[in-house]
């Protein structure tokens, strides 16, 4: 349990070898995934084979002959692997603990882009992101970083739905998805747009986008006597600058812009379009959604009522506890407690 507690630490923090291509079907897109189990740990993968992509998810849990609800849960941002390999276990990078959800829900997770399922040790930096040289700590393989954007992430996520509602074990009417981070933008989305959802729910969620977060930072250095007045006003100048570069080149990939302009959108249009409930969590001591609560405003102006808001006081963008301004590490995160007030809202959400 420790072993777990310290690796599911380190993955929060952040974010096998390389499998071989393999020959794409034109034809692939009807055409249900093909399973494999995975070694050593109780996961069957995936592989969707479209014209332009292979698409990769994982079940966690081996029951395959009873039909349940899924949980589909869409994770944050980097190139983080599924699956990390340490030679004498297997570990599952999924944030909260599930044992206990499997034998109700089957529990699926999409890998991100050109992103293996499973990956070992040697190819993983400090933040557990998959690397192409493990010399350098941040070389992302160049296939990630051009399909990082927010439209492919919809059309991936899409297309697992698609093939999950081929499956001998789907449920109808029974996907509950949940996004976190990066992820609960990837969900806002495809809730939005696909009626095959029951329930959505965004954690750490930041309606206003991504960009405007460096702004907001900077104001908070303000507040908190960080930085002058004349450091603020310089800092936040220098962001409105590189933001105007960033949109002169939105699709120049290598440096992460494809990424950044389409993530940096305003969420609320989606949000109102979804007439499924929605579940919007977050922690109060997260800089990056500190605008969630204004969300009600405009759910009421337009005569919505599916929204639950519902903020943990004292939590942290990942439910730790803040101690001193900063994460308490030393204690467990609130993750599991998280996912079960969930769980528990999908029975009566209506």
Same mark, same amino acid.
């Given at each position: 349990?420790?072993?777990?507690?310290?690796?599911?630490?380190?993955?929060?923090?952040?974010?096998?070898?390389?499998? *071989?291509?393999?020959?794409?079907?034109?034809?692939?897109?009807?055409?249900?995934?093909?399973?494999?189990?995975?070694?050593?740990?109780?996961?069957?993968?995936?592989?969707?084979?479209?014209?332009?992509?292979?698409?990769?998810?994982?079940?966690?849990?081996?029951?395959?002959?009873?039909?349940?609800?899924?949980?589909?849960?869409?994770?944050?941002?980097? *190139?983080?692997?599924?699956?990390?390999?340490?030679?004498?276990?297997?570990?599952?990078?999924?944030?909260?603990?599930?044992?206990?959800?499997?034998?109700?829900?089957?529990?699926?997770?999409?890998?991100? *882009?050109?992103?293996?399922?499973?990956?070992?040790?040697?190819?993983?930096?400090?933040?557990?992101?998959?690397?192409?040289?493990?010399?350098?700590?941040?070389?992302?393989?160049?296939?990630?970083?051009?399909?990082?954007?927010?439209?492919?992430?919809?059309?991936?996520?899409?297309?697992?739905i698609s093939d999950l509602q081929k499956k001998e074990w789907f449920k109808n009417d029974s996907i509950h998805l949940?996004?976190?981070?990066?992820?609960?933008k990837i969900a806002a989305v495809v809730a939005s747009e696909n009626s095959n959802i029951s329930t959505v729910s965004?954690?750490?969620?930041?309606?206003?986008?991504?960009?405007?977060?460096?702004?907001?930072?900077?104001?908070?250095?303000?507040k908190t006597n960080k930085i002058t007045g004349e450091e603020y006003k310089s800092n936040i100048d220098e962001l409105?600058?590189?933001?105007?570069?960033?949109?002169?080149?939105?699709?120049?990939?290598?440096?992460?812009?494809?990424?950044?302009?389409?993530?940096?959108?305003?969420?609320?249009?989606?949000?109102?379009?979804?007439?499924?409930?929605?579940?919007?969590?977050?922690?109060?001591?997260?800089?990056?959604?500190?605008?969630?609560?204004?969300?009600?405003?405009?759910?009421?102006?337009?005569?919505?009522?599916?929204?639950?808001?519902?903020?943990?006081?004292?939590?942290?963008?990942?439910?730790?506890?803040?101690?001193?301004?900063? *994460?308490?590490?030393?204690?467990?995160?609130?993750?599991?407690?998280?996912?079960?007030?969930?769980?528990?809202?999908?029975?009566?959400?209506?």
């Amino acid at each position: 349990m420790k072993i777990f507690v310290v690796i599911l630490t380190l993955i929060i923090l952040a974010c096998n070898t390389i499998q *071989p291509d393999r020959q794409v079907d034109k034809n692939a897109k009807n055409k249900p995934s093909i399973s494999r189990k995975i070694d050593g740990i109780d996961v069957f993968s995936y592989s969707i084979y479209t014209e332009n992509d292979t698409i990769e998810y994982i079940k966690i849990g081996t029951d395959t002959l009873s039909s349940k609800p899924i949980i589909l849960f869409l994770q944050g941002s980097l *190139p983080v692997p599924l699956i990390f390999d340490f030679v004498d276990f297997k570990h599952i990078n999924i944030p909260f603990e599930y044992s206990e959800f499997i034998a109700y829900y089957h529990l699926i997770e999409i890998s991100m *882009p050109k992103t293996p399922i499973v990956a070992g040790q040697k190819n993983l930096n400090q933040e557990y992101c998959y690397i192409v040289d493990t010399v350098k700590e941040n070389t992302f393989k160049q296939e990630y970083l051009k399909d990082n954007y927010l439209e492919n992430y919809v059309n991936r996520t899409n297309q697992v739905i698609s093939d999950l509602q081929k499956k001998e074990w789907f449920k109808n009417d029974s996907i509950h998805l949940i996004g976190h981070s990066q992820g609960a933008k990837i969900a806002a989305v495809v809730a939005s747009e696909n009626s095959n959802i029951s329930t959505v729910s965004l954690l750490g969620f930041n309606a206003f986008g991504r960009y405007d977060e460096y702004v907001r930072r900077e104001r908070q250095k303000l507040k908190t006597n960080k930085i002058t007045g004349e450091e603020y006003k310089s800092n936040i100048d220098e962001l409105y600058e590189r933001w105007t570069e960033i949109n002169q080149k939105p699709k120049d990939f290598e440096n992460g812009n494809n990424s950044i302009t389409t993530f940096s959108i305003d969420y609320i249009p989606y949000l109102l379009n979804i007439n499924i409930p929605i579940f919007v969590g977050y922690g109060t001591e997260d800089i990056i959604l500190e605008n969630c609560d204004l969300l009600p405003i405009s759910f009421i102006q337009h005569q919505k009522s599916n929204l639950t808001l519902k903020p943990y006081v004292g939590l942290d963008h990942n439910f730790f506890e803040v101690k001193d301004g900063r *994460p308490d590490f030393k204690n467990r995160n609130h993750w599991t407690d998280v996912i079960k007030e969930i769980i528990e809202w999908t029975k009566s959400a209506k």
